[in-house]
Each structure stands twice: as structure tokens, then as C-alpha cells.
T-cell receptor, first 112, second 115 residues
């Protein structure tokens, strides 16, 4: 079963614009992670935020976490065509921290 | 430092057959997890292996089984294949408890098609 729901399902923007993806989840978490997947290939880990953190940055990525609303957002600033991919949020549960439960993903298309 | 490697990359099997997928974990990683990703969906957790023992299992039937070897490589075996088993199978490795602290390293996956 999927824990997370991501919004939007698909997003198309121009290079240089910012892209924001949202993730909602259902149960209490230990951590939330974001992954990128290019064309049905393997997943690449982008960033991890722990349940006691509210915001985290890594290069052009900014992640926020609101545990009261059970939601997270991923912001990619100054998007590039190479950012075109599917983005997934994944939660590590308090009860079972070594298992990730993935959301349904957002397909991002960045046009040059 | 090598990443996670999976073999084969593509596989076509007939319904009812058995299949074995292989995964070599990243150097220094002794925990291996397997995920199934159906087309257009997010990955779903199958099971995890740590120190050659199963350490957690998702909602998959017993015909999905696995092994981990002393060198931390792993196999996923699926018996009595069904059409719905067609998916991308992903292997992920991490240090002990590293997944919940630093994230996982995924392989490129094995695309299994059952006809």
C-alpha cells in the first residue's frame, strides 16, 4: 500500500523556474526522504529530513516538513532540463524505520 | 567506491516459471532491501536482509523469497510467476540503521516481464 500521496501528479515548467512538489502521508514517521528517478531506472537519494526537523537545504533543493499536517514539500530552484524526472517521497516509520513507504510520485518536465 | 549493481537488467519469463534476481550491495553496506515498482507506481517494500537474516517483510506472498550472502550480496527469488509480477525490481543497500539516517543507495533495477 502507498503511504504517501504526491501533488501534483505531473508538473511542466520552463528552465529557470522553480518547481514545488508536495507529499502527504498517513502515519507517524521517523524520517522522510526524497528520491529522483529518471525514465524508470534506479532511484537516486536526494535529501532526508528527520521528524524533529522542519526545513533542510541541499544545493538547489529545499525540503520542509510539517508533522502536524503530515506533509512535506520539495522545492527545486532555478530548474534545469536535467531535472526532468519523477520525484518520490518516502517515509521511514517510527515502528519500522528500515522500511521505506513510497508515495505515488510527481513527474517533472523542465523545458529548455 | 562501487554502487549497487543488479543483474540481469531485463528478463522475460513465462507465467508459472521461477526467477532469480541478483544484487551486489555498495561497498561497506551490509543491509539490503528489495522493492517492486509496477508501471506508474511508487516502489513497494518486499523485504530486507541484514546479516543474512530477513529483517522485515512487506505485504508479499511467500513465493517471494530472498537470500543474503556473507559478502552482503543478495538474491530475490519469485516462484510460480504471475502476470502481475511484471515490474521493475529494485535493490537498495545501506549501512546498519543508515537508511533512516542517511538514505539508501539504489541499483538500476531489473525489468521483469511475465508473459
Amino acid at each position: 500500500s502507498q503511504q504517501g500521496e504526491e501533488d501534483p501528479q505531473a508538473l511542466s515548467i520552463q528552465e529557470g523556474e522553480n518547481a514545488t512538489m508536495n507529499c502527504s502521508y498517513k502515519t507517524s514517521i521517523n524520517n522522510l526522504q526524497w528520491y529522483r528517478q529518471n525514465s524508470g531506472r534506479g532511484l537516486v537519494h536526494l535529501i532526508l529530513i528527520r521528524s524533529n526537523e522542519r526545513e533542510k537545504h541541499s544545493g538547489r533543493l529545499r525540503v520542509t516538513l510539517d508533522t502536524s499536517k503530515k506533509s512535506s514539500s520539495l522545492l527545486i530552484t532555478a530548474s534545469r532540463a536535467a531535472d526532468t524526472a519523477s520525484y518520490f517521497c518516502a517515509t521511514g516509520l517510527i515502528s519500522d524505520t528500515d522500511k521505506l513507504i513510497f508515495g505515488t510520485g510527481t513527474r517533472l518536465q523542465v523545458f529548455p | 567506491e562501487t554502487g549497487v549493481t543488479q543483474s540481469p537488467t531485463h528478463l522475460i519469463k513465462t507465467r508459472g516459471q521461477q526467477v532469480t534476481l541478483r544484487c551486489s550491495s555498495q561497498s561497506g553496506h551490509n543491509t539490503v532491501s528489495w522493492y517492486q515498482q509496477a508501471l506508474g507506481q511508487g516502489p513497494q517494500f518486499i523485504f530486507q536482509y541484514y546479516r543474512e537474516e530477513e529483517n522485515g517483510r512487506g505485504n508479499f506472498p511467500p513465493r517471494f523469497s530472498g537470500l543474503q550472502f556473507p559478502n552482503y550480496s543478495s538474491e530475490l527469488n519469485v516462484n510460480a510467476l504471475e502476470l502481475d509480477d511484471s515490474a521493475l525490481y529494485l535493490c537498495a543497500s545501506s549501512r546498519p540503521l543508515g537508511g533512516s539516517l542517511y538514505g539508501y543507495t539504489f541499483g538500476s533495477g531489473t525489468r521483469l516481464t511475465v508473459v
